[in-house]
């Protein structure tokens, strides 16, 4: 590779601090992903109801739309460092109690429902913190590089994470993966301690937190481009990022295929992801490309309105990975368009109206898509969620023509 590609391509790395948490993040992440897919594998084995795994993503998330908005102002309030030691630290205690009840075999579904809850409680102050410190971390100029970057540490894991949970399900059982899942946050919370800035960002306003919240939202809701990439991500994230619910489900339905079939098309969005999160770190020193943000928003909602016809394995590969493609890209450039040329004293809530809209939405399209394919079966999951987000968009894309004539010819 040229070598200037290559510094291209990894420019953030540059900054010590960000590399340390970066590093951390790859090792946690990775567990953090064994973690979902076996839990997700291990209730639809307990159940074998589409609806409770359904139930249980919407578990983790619930919180999400019930907090993140006021977590964000508290992330502008306080030094990011110490939340996201606070949290980390908070995964740690749940992976364990998740690895104790499963290797006494006492588990039960209502458990992991709690633990999920739990889970969703940190993750809502957790995700946005980790959004808005990456540029505290790299600056301003390696942003769009920060975040296309820490954008693949979750692709890297989504590949790699799945089919890791898949060998060791099949060779050792569930709980050794529980066990690597807790291990892995010791990696995180050591990157966090070695980090070292003299000057962290926070306002410790004595302003009230609903006025907070509301000047957060008034932002998003005035300024255009802002505003459309909310609602556009409102719409796909809802519809098209309900993988965890329905591959497994289409995986043994559809595919015939067990534990290492399902992870192995979880990696396979993994790998789309991947790929697209190095091209779109090599593509952030040309800035926003907003023209190829619309062609994937409505590009995977058109791929998976074509599942209906997939019913062959290697076929199906082939589809996740450009949904994997796809997905990555459009949440690429929804977080920059986001963050580019917002003040820093707004960071913190801004970027809890983002999390709000990627993940608090994830209850309404789990329980949609679990329910869906509990009646209609597993081959209508993916289908179902395209068709309707392509119905939901072409309104919101009409109501905003002028913004989207200006983003095509960018």
């Given at each position: 590779m040229n070598w200037h590609v290559f510094s291209d391509t990894f420019s953030s790395l540059r900054s010590k601090n960000f590399r340390r948490f970066w590093i951390?993040?790859?090792?946690?992440?990775?567990?953090?992903?064994?973690?979902?897919?076996?839990?997700?594998?291990?209730?639809?084995?307990?159940?074998?109801?589409?609806?409770?795994?359904?139930?249980?993503?919407?578990?983790?998330?619930?919180?999400?739309?019930a907090l993140t908005l006021v977590a964000g102002t508290l992330i502008d309030r306080y030094p990011?460092?110490?939340?996201?030691?606070?949290?980390?630290a908070g995964f740690l205690v749940l992976g364990a109690i998740m690895t104790t009840i499963t290797y006494l075999k006492i588990v039960q579904y209502w458990q992991i429902l709690l633990i999920a809850l739990g889970y969703g409680i940190l993750q809502s102050f957790d995700t946005p913190t980790r959004q808005s410190y990456v540029i505290e971390?790299?600056?301003?100029?390696?942003?769009?590089?920060?975040?296309?970057?820490?954008s693949s540490i979750f692709n890297l894991a989504k590949i790699a994470g799945p089919s890791l949970a898949g060998i060791l399900m099949v060779a050792l059982g569930v709980a050794p993966c529980f066990l690597i899942d807790t291990l892995s946050y010791i990696a995180i919370i050591i990157g966090l301690l070695m980090i070292h800035q003299?000057?962290?960002?926070?306002?410790?306003?004595p302003r009230h937190i609903i006025a907070d919240v509301k000047e957060g939202l008034a932002y998003v809701v005035h300024h255009d481009n802002v505003k459309l990439s909310a609602e556009l991500m409102m719409i796909i994230c809802t519809l098209n990022f309900n993988n965890n619910v329905i591959i497994p489900i289409y995986a043994q339905e559809v595919l015939g295929r067990g534990?290492?079939?399902?992870?192995?098309?979880?990696?396979?969005?993994?790998?789309?992801?991947?790929?697209?999160?190095?091209?779109?770190?090599?593509?952030?020193?040309?800035g926003l490309r907003r023209d190829l943000y619309l062609m994937v928003a409505l590009g995977t909602a058109l791929v998976q309105s074509l599942m209906i016809f997939v019913r062959v394995?290697?076929?199906?590969?082939?589809?996740?990975?450009?949904?994997?493609?796809?997905?990555?890209?459009?949440?690429?450039?929804?977080?920059?368009?986001?963050?580019?040329?917002?003040?820093?004293?707004?960071?913190?809530?801004?970027?809890?109206?983002?999390?709000?809209?990627n993940q608090g939405s994830t209850p309404i399209g789990s329980l949609y898509s679990g329910g869906l394919m509990d009646v209609a079966g597993g081959l209508w999951g993916?289908?179902?969620?395209?068709?309707?987000?392509?119905?939901?968009?072409?309104?919101?894309?009409?109501?905003?023509?002028?913004?989207?004539?200006?983003?095509?010819?960018?």
């Open positions: 951390g993040q790859c090792i946690s992440v990775m567990g953090t992903w064994i973690q979902r897919t076996t839990q997700t594998w291990l209730v639809y084995q307990m159940t074998k109801s589409a609806f409770l795994v359904g139930l249980l993503a919407a578990a983790q998330f619930v919180p999400i739309m990011k460092r110490r939340i996201l030691l606070i949290t980390q971390l790299v600056g301003k100029k390696d942003l769009m590089n920060g975040i296309s970057l820490n003299e000057h962290p960002v926070a306002s410790h306003t534990a290492q079939g399902y992870a192995n098309l979880l990696s396979a969005t993994g790998i789309g992801s991947l790929i697209a999160a190095f091209l779109m770190s090599y593509l952030s020193r040309f394995y290697w076929l199906a590969m082939i589809f996740m990975v450009v949904i994997g493609f796809c997905n990555m890209v459009f949440l690429n450039q929804s977080n920059a368009a986001f963050q580019f040329s917002i003040p820093n004293e707004l960071r913190g809530r801004i970027m809890s109206v983002y999390v709000l809209l993916f289908p179902a969620c395209g068709l309707l987000a392509l119905v939901l968009a072409v309104p919101v894309l009409l109501s905003h023509q002028r913004t989207v004539k200006q983003w095509l010819n960018t």
